[in-house]
């Protein structure tokens, strides 16, 4: 495994499966590294070990929660993980808080763009529980990487996320609306 793709690179071309919704004959969809490109939008892809755990579903109904927030944003959002897109759409039939989701659940089953990020955990092959802040160009521009066990905080990655679109310096706990600092 390589490092972490990190802040500056280039966020790996990808074309895969998705979950979109639990709404038979349109459980699934295509989505790719060109959507949000082609969209003028920024990214955020959120990535989580396995369906059918304990932490995992905490993110991402906070994710959920927090859709709109995103929205508002110009940021197209994304889960991912190496669990297959049917697998994804049974845990979403499961449990109750992952019914109504409104963004896709991406399926990583070649393991090839966790691979390409540098994040699949080397002892189960599953994916680490890393965030990426994607530019509208293509450009990592945020990564944060927790160990399998602790769960993100989603607030926090809106935050940097208003702070990498003012294009200012922002100082320690800067939050939307405060004054960026000013060089003189």
Not at 18 to 46: L, R, T
Not at 102 to 114: C, E, G, M, Q, V
Not at 157 to 165: E, S, T, Y
Not at 166 to 184: F, I, M, R, S
Request: hydrophobic share 40%.
């Amino acid at each position: 495994m390589n490092g972490i793709l990190s802040i500056g690179s280039k966020f790996p071309e990808f074309k895969k499966l998705a979950n979109v919704s639990i709404e038979k004959g349109k459980e699934f969809a295509e989505v790719s590294s060109e959507d949000h490109i082609k969209e003028g939008k920024w990214m955020v892809m959120f990535w989580y070990p396995k369906d059918f755990t304990f932490v995992c579903p905490t993110e991402i109904a906070e994710f959920n929660k927090n859709y709109e927030e995103f929205r508002d944003r110009d940021a197209i959002l994304y889960g991912a993980s190496t669990d297959s897109e049917f697998v994804h759409l049974a845990w979403r039939n499961d449990h109750k808080d992952l019914k109504n989701l409104k963004f896709p659940l991406i399926a990583d089953t070649s393991k090839s763009l966790a691979e390409s990020l540098g994040i699949l955990e080397a002892n189960e092959k599953v994916a680490y529980r890393v965030t990426y802040i994607v530019d509208p160009d293509g450009i990592i521009r945020w990564v944060n990487a927790n160990d399998l066990s602790v769960g993100r905080n989603v607030k926090e990655v809106l935050r940097v996320l208003d702070a990498l679109q003012t294009d200012e310096l922002c100082p320690c706990n800067w939050e939307k609306g405060q004054e960026t600092l000013k060089v003189a």
